[in-house]
Protein backbone atom coordinates (compact mmCIF):
# COMPACT_ATOMS: atom_id res chain seq x y z
CA UNK A 1 0.00 0.00 0.00
CA UNK A 2 1.15 3.11 -0.82
CA UNK A 3 -0.83 6.49 0.38
CA UNK A 4 -3.95 3.96 0.69
CA UNK A 5 -3.84 2.71 -3.16
CA UNK A 6 -2.71 -1.06 -3.47
CA UNK A 7 0.42 -1.11 -6.12
CA UNK A 8 2.04 -3.95 -7.55
CA UNK A 9 5.94 -3.74 -8.70
CA UNK A 10 6.50 -2.55 -12.69
CA UNK A 11 6.94 -6.54 -13.56
CA UNK A 12 3.67 -7.48 -12.37
CA UNK A 13 1.83 -4.40 -13.71
CA UNK A 14 3.26 -5.13 -17.55
CA UNK A 15 2.20 -8.97 -17.31
CA UNK A 16 -1.11 -7.76 -16.47
CA UNK A 17 -1.42 -4.44 -18.91
CA UNK A 18 0.68 -5.67 -22.06
CA UNK A 19 -2.23 -8.39 -23.00
CA UNK A 20 -4.84 -6.02 -22.65
CA UNK A 21 -3.67 -3.68 -25.72
CA UNK A 22 -2.96 -4.39 -29.47
CA UNK A 23 0.63 -5.87 -30.09
CA UNK A 24 1.82 -2.43 -31.06
CA UNK A 25 1.19 -0.97 -27.63
CA UNK A 26 2.43 -3.70 -26.01
CA UNK A 27 5.25 -3.10 -27.36
CA UNK A 28 5.48 0.81 -26.75
CA UNK A 29 4.46 -0.27 -22.80
CA UNK A 30 7.79 -2.60 -22.25
CA UNK A 31 10.06 -0.54 -24.22
CA UNK A 32 9.11 2.63 -22.05
CA UNK A 33 9.50 0.49 -18.93
CA UNK A 34 13.07 -0.36 -20.00
CA UNK A 35 13.50 3.19 -21.25
CA UNK A 36 12.60 4.93 -17.99
CA UNK A 37 14.27 2.17 -15.66
CA UNK A 38 11.45 0.81 -14.35
CA UNK A 39 12.77 -2.59 -15.69
CA UNK A 40 15.24 -3.90 -16.22
CA UNK A 41 16.54 -6.54 -19.58
CA UNK A 42 16.96 -9.02 -16.91
CA UNK A 43 13.71 -8.13 -15.60
CA UNK A 44 11.25 -9.09 -19.05
CA UNK A 45 11.99 -13.02 -17.96
CA UNK A 46 9.93 -12.45 -14.94
CA UNK A 47 7.72 -10.64 -16.69
CA UNK A 48 6.55 -13.37 -19.32
CA UNK A 49 6.65 -15.89 -15.91
CA UNK A 50 4.38 -13.46 -14.12
CA UNK A 51 1.96 -13.79 -17.73
CA UNK A 52 2.53 -17.60 -17.96
CA UNK A 53 -0.59 -19.69 -18.20
CA UNK A 54 -2.69 -16.25 -18.51
CA UNK A 55 -4.59 -15.34 -21.59
CA UNK A 56 -1.96 -13.14 -23.60
CA UNK A 57 0.77 -14.79 -22.41
CA UNK A 58 2.23 -15.42 -25.75
CA UNK A 59 1.99 -12.09 -26.65
CA UNK A 60 3.66 -11.06 -23.99
CA UNK A 61 6.56 -13.58 -24.56
CA UNK A 62 6.63 -12.60 -28.11
CA UNK A 63 7.02 -8.49 -27.43
CA UNK A 64 9.66 -9.44 -24.86
CA UNK A 65 11.92 -10.55 -26.83
CA UNK A 66 11.70 -7.41 -29.46
CA UNK A 67 11.69 -5.26 -26.25
CA UNK A 68 14.44 -2.32 -26.21
CA UNK A 69 14.67 0.52 -23.86
CA UNK A 70 17.20 2.26 -26.56
CA UNK A 71 13.02 3.31 -28.30
CA UNK A 72 13.01 6.84 -27.15
CA UNK A 73 8.93 7.00 -27.19
CA UNK A 74 5.59 4.72 -28.14
CA UNK A 75 5.90 6.04 -31.60
CA UNK A 76 9.64 4.69 -32.03
CA UNK A 77 8.28 1.28 -31.12
CA UNK A 78 5.13 1.57 -33.32
CA UNK A 79 7.34 2.26 -36.37
CA UNK A 80 9.71 -0.56 -35.42
CA UNK A 81 7.69 -3.43 -34.80
CA UNK A 82 6.16 -3.65 -38.72
CA UNK A 83 9.64 -3.56 -39.30
CA UNK A 84 10.62 -6.67 -37.41
CA UNK A 85 7.05 -8.10 -38.39
CA UNK A 86 8.21 -7.57 -42.56
CA UNK A 87 12.29 -8.99 -41.35
CA UNK A 88 13.78 -5.68 -42.35
CA UNK A 89 14.51 -4.84 -38.16
CA UNK A 90 16.45 -1.78 -37.93
CA UNK A 91 20.17 -2.29 -37.51
CA UNK A 92 20.42 0.17 -34.34
CA UNK A 93 18.10 2.66 -32.77
CA UNK A 94 19.40 5.64 -31.23
CA UNK A 95 22.31 5.60 -33.99
CA UNK A 96 24.85 8.94 -33.58
CA UNK A 97 24.67 10.65 -36.69
CA UNK A 98 28.12 12.10 -37.16
CA UNK A 99 29.55 15.00 -40.08
CA UNK A 100 32.48 14.49 -42.13
CA UNK A 101 34.38 16.05 -39.15
CA UNK A 102 32.98 13.56 -36.41
CA UNK A 103 31.18 16.06 -34.90
CA UNK A 104 27.51 14.52 -33.90
CA UNK A 105 24.38 15.77 -36.01
CA UNK A 106 21.96 14.10 -34.15
CA UNK A 107 20.38 10.77 -32.92
CA UNK A 108 18.75 8.95 -35.46
CA UNK A 109 15.33 6.57 -33.90
CA UNK A 110 16.66 3.79 -35.84
CA UNK A 111 19.11 2.68 -38.64
CA UNK A 112 19.61 0.40 -41.39
CA UNK A 113 23.45 -0.26 -41.45
CA UNK A 114 24.28 -3.77 -42.94
CA UNK A 115 24.53 -3.90 -47.12
CA UNK A 116 24.45 -0.05 -47.40
CA UNK A 117 26.57 2.50 -49.11
CA UNK A 118 24.73 5.01 -47.38
CA UNK A 119 22.90 4.80 -43.81
CA UNK A 120 19.33 4.78 -43.98
CA UNK A 121 17.60 6.22 -40.88
CA UNK A 122 14.49 5.93 -40.00
CA UNK A 123 13.11 9.09 -37.93
CA UNK A 124 9.64 8.70 -36.12
CA UNK A 125 8.04 12.44 -35.48
CA UNK A 126 5.47 12.50 -33.46
CA UNK A 127 2.64 15.27 -34.11
CA UNK A 128 2.39 17.34 -30.86
CA UNK A 129 6.07 18.17 -30.73
CA UNK A 130 6.97 17.86 -34.51
CA UNK A 131 3.89 20.04 -35.76
CA UNK A 132 5.08 23.17 -34.33
CA UNK A 133 6.96 25.77 -36.37
CA UNK A 134 10.13 25.91 -34.81
CA UNK A 135 10.34 21.59 -33.86
CA UNK A 136 9.67 21.43 -37.44
CA UNK A 137 12.26 23.66 -39.07
CA UNK A 138 14.79 22.36 -36.74
CA UNK A 139 13.93 18.75 -37.99
CA UNK A 140 14.08 20.15 -41.69
CA UNK A 141 17.62 21.30 -41.18
CA UNK A 142 18.09 17.97 -39.13
CA UNK A 143 17.18 16.68 -42.17
CA UNK A 144 19.74 17.94 -44.69
CA UNK A 145 22.62 18.10 -41.97
CA UNK A 146 21.96 14.32 -41.93
CA UNK A 147 21.51 14.43 -46.10
CA UNK A 148 24.92 16.37 -46.04
CA UNK A 149 26.65 13.91 -43.79
CA UNK A 150 25.92 11.03 -46.50
CA UNK A 151 22.86 9.52 -44.89
CA UNK A 152 19.32 8.48 -46.34
CA UNK A 153 16.39 9.27 -44.18
CA UNK A 154 12.46 7.70 -43.94
CA UNK A 155 9.91 9.82 -41.50
CA UNK A 156 6.80 8.25 -40.19
CA UNK A 157 4.29 9.88 -38.41
CA UNK A 158 1.45 8.57 -35.76
CA UNK A 159 -0.61 8.21 -39.13
CA UNK A 160 1.78 6.09 -40.32
CA UNK A 161 2.31 3.67 -37.51
CA UNK A 162 -1.48 2.80 -38.00
CA UNK A 163 -0.71 1.46 -41.70
CA UNK A 164 2.20 -1.19 -40.86
CA UNK A 165 2.19 -2.04 -44.54
CA UNK A 166 3.08 1.30 -45.86
CA UNK A 167 6.13 1.46 -43.17
CA UNK A 168 7.37 -1.68 -44.50
CA UNK A 169 7.28 -0.83 -48.62
CA UNK A 170 8.84 2.49 -47.52
CA UNK A 171 11.52 0.98 -45.47
CA UNK A 172 12.39 -1.85 -48.46
CA UNK A 173 12.04 0.50 -51.54
CA UNK A 174 14.32 2.50 -49.66
CA UNK A 175 16.51 -0.16 -48.73
CA UNK A 176 16.29 -1.53 -52.09
CA UNK A 177 17.57 2.00 -53.48
CA UNK A 178 21.44 1.44 -52.16
CA UNK A 179 23.01 -1.84 -51.50
CA UNK A 180 26.52 -2.20 -51.29
Known amino acids: MVGGFRMTIPQRTLADSVPLFDRATGLSLL ?3 LNLERIYPEDLATVCELAKGRRGAPKVRELAQYADGRAASPLESRVRLPCIDGNIPPDELQWPVLDVNGVLLGYADMAWLKNRRRPL ?5 GEDEHGKPKPLYRDRRRGNDFTGAAVDTVRFTWLDSKSPAYIQSTVRRALAADVA
Open 31 to 33: DSA
Open 121 to 125: VGEAD
